[in-house]
């Protein structure tokens, strides 16, 4: 079955320095894979997908995420954190039409 | 940009009531929608597909008599908790794939917290 596993519930970061968002998965085909973004009090917005095309990945607001065959992850990350980036961050795979998520992680930036 | 709206936001119940919570697409069609259950500090779990026309299919482990889906257009699911108890309090969100998507591109609704008294 396919899933994701992302490690740390809560990541703390000072702004300005590089954010890392760990996530691995498992999957016995290809996978496509996803980080979504929930901000305080907001719906899901997608942050950025791999879909076999690029393994590097550029998303919105500066994220990118790496996709690892050889190390089954597909970490997210930020060079530079702002005090925006405060948000709760899902790892998720497509397993046909549906979406699962992995359990998140907190991501709390220090001034 | 396509919407997803869900309505309420936030309801507070009585043990035993039932509750129904609205999921519209505002500006796209969608056939298939797709219902989460999010407890405080932890994922978003799969409920149920909700399909236009036909019954909706649920996860393993979701109680299709608790959380009843009906999905009467292509632009509103809704998703009834009978007899709801506390253990029912929790966030429950939609999404939608719109047409011509992308792979795993969905728009989610904003929630419904749900808090059964």
């Known amino acids: 079955a396919q899933s994701v596993t992302q490690l740390g519930s809560h990541v703390s970061v000072s702004e300005g320095a590089l954010v890392l968002l760990r996530c691995n998965y498992s999957s016995s085909v290809p996978p496509y894979l996803f980080w979504y973004v929930q901000y305080p009090n907001q719906g899901l917005q997608l942050l950025l997908k791999y879909t076999s095309a690029a393994t590097l990945v550029k998303g919105i607001n500066g994220f990118e995420a790496e996709f690892k065959k050889s190390e089954t992850s597909f970490h997210l990350t930020k060079p530079s954190a702002h005090m925006s980036d405060a948000a709760e961050y899902f790892c998720?795979?497509?397993?046909?039409?549906?979406?699962?998520f992995g359990k998140g992680t907190r991501l709390h930036i220090l001034p | 940009g396509a919407v997803v709206s869900q309505h309420p936001s936030w309801v507070i119940c009585k043990s035993g009531t039932s509750v129904k919570i609205e999921c519209r697409s505002l500006d796209f069609q969608a056939t298939t929608m797709f219902w989460y259950r999010q407890f405080p500090k932890q994922s978003l779990m799969l409920m149920a597909t909700s399909n236009e026309g036909s019954k909706a299919t649920y996860e393993q482990g979701v109680e299709k008599d608790k959380f009843l889906i009906n999905h009467a257009s292509l632009t509103l699911s809704t998703l009834t908790v009978t007899s709801a108890h506390p253990e029912d309090s929790s966030f429950y969100i939609c999404?939608?794939?719109?047409?011509?998507?992308?792979?795993?591109?969905?728009?989610f609704g904003e929630g419904s917290r749900l808090t059964v008294l």
């Open positions: 999404s939608a794939p719109p047409r011509n998507r992308g792979i795993g591109e969905l728009f």
């Open positions: 998720a795979v497509s397993v046909g039409d549906k979406i699962i």
